[in-house]
């Protein structure tokens, strides 16, 4: 190991509290840790930076147990006046100094991380000025200097150089879940609800809280409002309503605008509403508890990748870089200046200010401005235009999973836009061949973004060459012009079978395009399948309940999880859970193993740990099954410890999409469509997926060609790269 750049660390949150900043801490402290550095929590943010004494407290592996799945932040965090007065930083600078600190983690919005940048550039100076006033002795000649991390927390995802900022995905649950209960209210009684949402110059969770949640307006900062927006809105919802809609949803960001650019409130709109649509609309404030509750699965996983590269970033630069942040960007952690990230962060409200919207959404990014311009497509009552571009047979095959619905419901609605008509196979791909399909109207899909499963009906079934025949003349008849299969393993080699037959069924002559749908994520040609996150939440919050049992007698729980060859959900689960151990299919089972783990429990309980979780892949080995572990080290820790079991199974499967699928199935489904819309008459074989810098379509042929047959998995799979930080961790 290289020597570290730094001694001793500090780690803080401060601003606006945000669900994951716990395990943000978490990782960083034992990352720290790890590599033999002092590690200190500061309580309160800047506040307990300028009040020292106990505010800054040595931590050590067990101060930051047993917090991940704890919203908010344990470590407190606060606004603070006095730090942004230069006597304040002295102060501050001094009792960091003291304790050897020469480098920070802050974890917050621009505001905080601001302070930091601020803080490491007069370091020298206010640390001469503190040994002047006799605060602190600095050696002769010594030339200290303070590096500097930032994090993005923030529920907004109002910041710069990161895709998602930590505390961003669980708002986004919180409001879906409301969403989902507005939804059923309303439809009873016939109601329109005004949504409010944070957000006072970013409509992030506005707009994505709309895409997955099936919304049927938003009203947000980036966007500009038309002269009389609102008879445009009252229109569609009338359409809407003539169509049988019984309720409708306003998702609105609390900085939405009117077109002078006052703040729109949402009262206003709901008075409109009530005046012209002829009936009560209520309206919701969300408000605090957006930012309540145990993080997200993704968030806590976001949150421990940016925590631990925080401190891996510090011991291997210090101050021989710039102050930075670092962020999520294409799925890969990624560092951005502090200055410039504060800068772009704050110029998208400089130019909302200024009524440069066009300007504003820009800098928002290509994949915000599609989902708003999908998003007006989708929750519009009925498709614009008719041009008979061919009909389209959209089939959920294999098992079914939670986020096939939005799939559906988008690639209906976008196909029936861009002018297809659409059909859905019930049922899977034995109810196509027994011709069980029916068309799918715009308004046949309404509701179905929140429904777990697969309301089409998804199935199992061994597709062979004596089934082609048949195949071929169901899609004839029904002049189907093009198949949308959706669906995970089972799917890509079906629609591969379709095409290697082609040649002998002319009806099988038409384009084909894979829509990536299984809770395992064990696909080719994309990082996340539809279905994977629901799993994972669903995984993740019956660890959190398992957790709740630890009482008096030392336990050890081994959870079962499923992924079939694939360790991604258990790899994830462990990783977001702060599980000891996982064991997966990748690597295998080895008794060596099983005895290290059972001398590393033997040593958690003897220093005082009550509750222990491993996590086991279902096929993480032939030979070694879940319960023979179990029995193996049940046996060992004798009167030490005793070891339980518990296989989640179709658990995981089950619920209402988590709103990360919803919004991939969305985008998904919304690039199969583009894709078949624009080359609607050519035969071909394709797959969608979510890839490095956005939406992919790939050659179902070569996608297929990146498995790692015969383990049903890829060959590379991205998140292996993170299976150090759960050893370390
Ligand atoms: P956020 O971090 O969520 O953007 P704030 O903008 O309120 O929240 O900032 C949080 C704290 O960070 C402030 O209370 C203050 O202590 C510190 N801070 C913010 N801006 C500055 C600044 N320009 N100089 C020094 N400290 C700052």
Redesign the pocket.
């Known amino acids: 190991m290289a020597e570290a750049k730094v001694h001793a660390i500090a780690v803080m949150t401060?601003?606006?509290d945000s669900p994951g900043m716990n395990a943000a801490v978490r990782a960083a402290v034992r990352m720290g840790l790890h590599h033999g550095l002092k590690v200190f929590g500061v309580y309160n943010?800047?506040?307990g930076a300028v009040d020292g004494g106990s505010a800054i407290e040595e931590m050590n592996w067990h101060s930051v147990g047993g917090i991940m799945q704890r919203g908010g932040t344990f470590l407190g965090t606060?606004?603070?006046?006095?730090?942004?007065t230069r006597e304040g930083?002295r102060q501050a600078a001094a009792h960091l100094f003291s304790r050897g600190i020469d480098g920070i983690i802050v974890i917050?919005?621009?505001?905080?991380?601001?302070?930091a940048r601020?803080?490491s550039e007069e370091w020298p100076e206010l640390l001469q000025e503190a040994a002047g006033l006799g605060l602190i002795t600095l050696p002769e000649g010594a030339k200290p200097t303070l590096a500097v991390v930032g994090l993005p927390?923030?529920i907004d995802n109002d910041t710069y150089g990161t895709d998602m900022s930590i505390g961003a995905d669980t708002a986004l649950h919180r409001i879906v879940d409301a969403a989902d209960q507005l939804m059923s209210t309303a439809a009873a009684h016939q109601r329109t609800f005004v949504m409010e949402v944070m957000g006072r110059n970013c409509g992030y969770l506005a707009l994505a809280g709309a895409v997955s949640s099936g919304a049927h307006w938003v009203l947000i900062p980036e966007e500009e409002l038309k002269p009389r927006w609102h008879q445009a809105m009252v229109a569609s919802l009338l359409r809407g309503r003539e169509l049988g809609r019984r309720h409708a949803i306003i998702m609105q960001a609390e900085g939405a605008r009117h077109t002078d650019g006052l703040p729109l409130e949402a009262k206003t709109v709901a008075d409109i509403l009530t005046k012209q649509l002829g009936a009560e609309t209520r309206v919701t404030v969300l408000g605090h508890v957006q930012r309540g509750g145990a993080p997200s699965a993704f968030d806590r996983v976001l949150a421990t990748r940016l925590g631990a590269g925080a401190a891996q970033d510090l011991i291997a630069n210090g101050a021989d870089m710039p102050p930075r942040m670092l962020g999520l960007v294409n799925n890969q952690v990624h560092a951005t200046r502090l200055d410039e990230m504060v800068e772009k962060s704050r110029e998208v409200g400089k130019r909302i200010e200024a009524g440069d919207y066009e300007g504003a959404l820009a800098l928002r990014g290509a994949s915000f401005t599609d989902q708003l311009k999908l998003l007006e497509t989708i929750t519009g009552p009925a498709p614009t235009h008719e041009r008979p571009l061919g009909n389209i047979l959209i089939v959920t095959a294999g098992h079914d999973c939670p986020g096939m619905n939005a799939c559906v419901r988008v690639v209906t609605r976008l196909a029936r836009e861009k002018g297809f008509d659409v059909f859905g196979a019930h049922y899977g791909l034995a109810g196509l061949m027994e011709d069980r399909i029916t068309e799918l109207k715009w308004m046949d899909v309404g509701g179905w973004t929140a429904r777990g499963g697969s309301e089409l009906g998804a199935g199992r079934m061994e597709l062979g060459a004596e089934h082609m025949h048949r195949l071929a003349s169901v899609l004839e008849e029904r002049n189907i012009t093009a198949l949308v299969v959706i669906g995970g393993l089972d799917a890509y080699m079906s629609a591969q079978l379709i095409a290697q037959h082609r040649r002998h069924h002319p009806g099988l002559y038409i384009p084909i395009i894979v829509i990536p749908a299984s809770i395992n994520n064990n696909l080719p040609g994309t990082e996340f399948s539809i279905g994977s996150d629901t799993a994972l939440n669903n995984i993740i919050s019956a660890v959190d309940n398992i957790k709740d049992t630890a009482g008096a007698n030392k336990r050890a729980f081994v959870v079962e999880v499923m992924g079939y060859d694939c360790g991604y959900l258990a790899l994830m689960a462990a990783l977001a859970s702060g599980a000891e151990q996982v064991y997966l299919p990748e690597e295998g089972i080895t008794l060596q193993q099983v005895t290290q783990d059972v001398a590393s429990l033997q040593r958690g309980f003897e220093n005082g740990k009550l509750l222990s979780i491993l996590i086991f892949s279902e096929h993480a080995s032939a030979t070694y099954d879940q319960d023979i572990i179990r029995r193996i080290l049940d046996a060992e820790g004798s009167d030490q410890f005793d070891v339980r079991s518990i296989v989640l199974g179709h658990v995981q499967r089950g619920g209402s999409p988590s709103p990360f699928d919803r919004i991939l199935a969305t985008r998904l489904g919304a690039a199969a469509v583009n894709y078949l819309s624009e080359n609607h008459e050519s035969t071909y074989a394709r797959c969608v997926g979510l890839r490095g810098n956005g939406v992919v379509t790939l050659d179902l042929d070569k996608a297929l060609a990146e498995m790692d047959w015969p383990a049903e998995r890829p060959k590379v799979q991205w998140f292996m790269e993170l299976r150090d930080l759960t050893r370390i961790l």
């Open positions: 401060s601003g606006g943010g800047w506040q606060a606004r603070c006046q006095e730090f942004r930083r917050g919005g621009d505001g905080s991380l601001t302070g601020i803080l927390g923030s």
